[in-house]
């Protein structure tokens, strides 16, 4: 495994709010207004936490769990 965590930039705080503005039209489910800063710096965090595990490069031949057919 190799990391190309130099390569990954988490989304930022203004991308996230323009994505969290679009959102609710897109999947019909609104945010409150008194909840959406939360929501943003939630989100937020969210990513930047995630960018290292993103980074990661697995082989190919690596599976993330089995594969189980009937």
């Known amino acids: 495994m190799t990391s190309s965590l130099d390569k990954v ?8 709010a323009a ?4 959102a609710p039209d897109i999947i019909g489910l ?11 710096a939630n989100l937020h965090l969210i990513l930047i936490q995630s960018a290292p595990l993103l980074a990661l490069e697995l082989d190919p031949a690596q599976e993330a769990a089995p594969v189980f057919r009937a």
Do not use: N
Not at 9 to 16: A, E, Y
Not at 19 to 22: G, I, P, Q
Not at 30 to 40: A, C, F, K, M
């Open 30 to 40: 609104p945010i409150p207004e008194q909840y959406r800063d939360g929501v943003i």
């Open 19 to 22: 994505y969290v503005a679009a």
């Open 9 to 16: 930039q988490p989304i930022g705080r203004d991308g996230v």
